[in-house]
């Protein structure tokens, strides 16, 4: 007995140690940011975060995917960024949104200096995310992936300082297209799926149908301290829409709530969370209403005129069941845009016929004072012959060149590598730029044409890369009330800081925890990712400011035309040569199947000769005609019986 009751207490002290080793390892957070838009649009921003010690092998994770820790490990990968995307977000009216995504598929992954056989690798890690996610990202090849220069530089820990861009590889696919088949399984990665928490608001029919969406998986290794003495493994799993509330009535009153905009009621927070936050914007829309009153609220700083109510979700916050989270405009809702972003870019295609073109992008700097440098990067498919003579950047306010700080070109090589163009230039103050580049067009194989040829093929989209020093309150940073650290708050990573124009865009707030993402701010342990700073010879840094934000643009995709031949011709071929052959088929097969035999005409006369017999006797046939004669018959039988009448008239004569 005593040995059982020593065994049950040791038993109970390993459990009781391991419990608290998986609290102090594991965390686990989930986060939605609502903002209101002038347009009456309104903007949702999910985001599930997790982390554990960063280890040469996972036997087994709490809170963590272990399906992309698995990848991870196999495919010798450091760090992964996975986008998938529907519709173009409108800088212009919706300002930047805390995480920018390209339209349709992209994929960036750095992998370990100690990797062999990058190619292999890529190619099986694309296919792996294809399978995990439903995706086409099996069709990625070296014809469409590049190792960037700056544009992608790790956002998480480097080994030893190790930038070497050959560890890096890049693709797009911008005809991906996204549906259930992708949000399906992308909300069996969470830790509550779409059981319980705010996962349960992801409403497929409602998100699939917005306005804009997003889906993103990002995993990077990060600093636990200070120090950097242990590090952590983080991956961050987001959801990005704007929607269109229901409740947009005649009155021009913008009334939203989460049953309105996702159809489903609000819930508890998924209980295998360390926290559960709903952050809603309220600088936006102005004096609107909302209900019910939050936990408390950020404001922003040095102006504070943006504030942002939080609503802590594992804290026992009441809901109304009949409306749950939303709010009011009081007035009339003032239709219009965001503030006017201080970088954006719109792309298309120029030129005419069938033979030459050329891409040109516009970049417009608004800042009436400052310049910007940007690192601009093109990645165009193999089948455009690009002239990189060609290559300029221009003001269109005076038509003067603008000097290239820093460039790279690639050429492409059919059907194996794509052109890569990377660039960066400065802005000047209140002026619009010019990139451009002009190439040829070319006739493919006939094979290679898609089944919708004439419908043109797509051209990625151009990514603009840019460090804003905090430039007309684009950027900032939240002074955290003390409250939020009571509650047990405080892991707010990559969340939107609005600014004193309601504009959303990807800086971080600092937290208990610390982690930074897409941000220049330093935190409490010092972590600090995916920032650049333009140097004296142009290259972006990915070094570390105490203010500013870093942040990442995408054009819209582009459609070219390339000469189509006349696929009508091939199928008249075919036609035509099924007919030939049937007519053929038949007399080749009869002369080569049947046996010939010799046979006397007498005998067995033509065909055409017992035919004839066939019908001389049908003629005469039908040449008796019956009537007739019958009615000789009856003449004769009456010349045959003697005349009544005349018998009489001789006895008379008699007498």
């Known amino acids: ?17 391991s419990a608290s080793e998986k609290r102090v390892s594991d965390t686990s957070s989930e986060e939605l940011f609502i903002s209101p838009l002038k347009t009456g649009h309104v903007y949702l921003h999910f985001k599930f975060a997790s982390s554990t010690p960063l280890k040469a092998h996972y036997a087994h994770t709490d809170y963590l995917p272990k399906p992309v820790v698995d990848i991870l490990e196999k495919h010798s990968v450091d760090e992964l960024h996975v986008r998938l995307t529907q519709g173009v977000f409108r800088h212009s009216k919706w300002g930047y949104p ?3 995504a390209p339209t349709g598929g992209e994929v960036w992954a750095w992998f370990k200096p100690d990797a062999e ?10 296919n792996s995310l294809s ?3 439903c995706a086409t990202f099996s069709k990625i090849d070296t014809a469409n992936s590049l190792s960037p220069k700056w544009n992608f530089r ?7 300082g190790n930038l070497n861009s050959s560890l890096s590889r890049y693709s797009m696919l911008p005809g991906e297209n996204v549906c259930t088949e992708n949000l399906t399984p992308w909300k069996k990665l969470l830790p509550c799926s779409d059981r319980a928490g705010l996962g349960r608001l992801l409403n497929s029919i409602k998100l699939l149908s917005a306005h804009y969406f997003s889906l993103s998986l990002d995993v990077t290794p990060v600093c636990a301290d200070v120090a950097c003495s242990q590090k952590r493994l983080a991956i961050e799993i987001t959801a990005t829409a704007v929607v269109a509330p229901g409740s947009l009535q005649d009155t021009n009153q913008l009334n939203w709530s989460i049953r309105d905009l996702l159809e489903m009621d ?8 360390d926290k559960s936050h709903i952050l809603v914007d309220q600088s936006s829309q102005g004096q609107m209403v909302f209900w019910p009153s939050s936990t408390f609220t950020l404001t922003h700083s040095p102006s504070a005129k943006g504030r942002i109510a939080v609503y802590d979700l594992k804290h026992n916050q009441t809901w109304e069941k009949s409306r749950g989270l939303g709010g009011k405009s009081p007035a009339r809702l003032e239709h219009g845009t965001e503030r006017q972003p201080i970088i954006s870019a719109h792309r298309f295609v120029a030129g005419y016929g069938q033979q030459n073109g050329g891409i040109r992008c516009v970049i417009e700097n608004t800042h009436p004072t400052a310049a910007i440098t940007v690192s601009y990067l093109e990645m165009l498919p193999w089948f455009l012959r690009v002239y990189f003579h060609t290559i300029r950047v221009k003001s269109l306010v005076d038509g003067r060149p603008i000097p290239l700080l820093k460039s790279h070109f690639g050429p492409g090589r059919d059907r194996l590598a794509p052109h890569h163009i990377e660039v960066i230039f400065t802005i000047p103050a209140a002026t619009t730029v010019e990139f451009g580049v002009d ?13 919708d040829a004439h419908r043109g093929f797509d051209v990625p989209p151009a990514v603009i890369g840019v460090k804003l020093d905090q430039p007309g309150g684009q950027c900032g940073d939240f002074i955290f009330p003390a409250e939020f650290s009571q509650l047990g708050g405080g892991q707010m990573r990559d969340t939107a800081t609005a600014s004193s124009d309601g504009q959303k865009r990807d800086t971080a707030t600092a937290s208990s925890d610390g982690q930074m993402r897409d941000t220049a701010t330093a935190s409490s342990d010092g972590q600090k990712r995916d920032t650049a700073t333009a140097s004296s010879d142009g290259q972006m840094r990915d070094t570390a400011t105490a203010s500013g934000c870093f942040l990442r643009l995408y054009t819209e995709p582009l459609l070219v035309s390339l000469p189509t031949p006349d696929f009508s011709m091939p199928y008249n071929v075919i036609c035509m040569t099924c007919t030939v052959l049937a007519l053929a088929f038949g007399p080749i097969h009869a002369l080569t199947t049947k046996n010939f035999k010799l046979i006397d005409p007498a005998e067995n006369p033509p065909l055409l000769e017992r035919v004839k017999r066939k019908g001389q006797l049908l003629l005469t046939k039908f040449r008796k005609t019956p009537p007739a004669v019958v009615v000789v018959a009856a003449e004769e039988e009456d010349d045959q019986q003697p005349d009544v009448h005349d018998e009489d008239v001789k006895n008379s004569d008699s007498e």
């Open 117 to 126: 056989g990058l190619p292999e690798k890529w190619k099986g890690l694309t």
């Open 266 to 273: 609000l819930d508890t927070g998924c209980p295998l969370t």
């Open 439 to 451: 190439f040829d067009f070319t006739l493919l194989k006939w094979t290679e044409y898609p089944p």
């Open 131 to 133: 399978g995990l996610l």
């Open 154 to 160: 790790p956002e998480g820990l480097v080994p030893g």
């Open 1 to 17: 007995m005593r040995g059982a009751f020593l065994f049950s207490v040791l038993i109970g002290v390993v459990l009781a140690v």
């Open 98 to 100: 805390i995480l920018s």
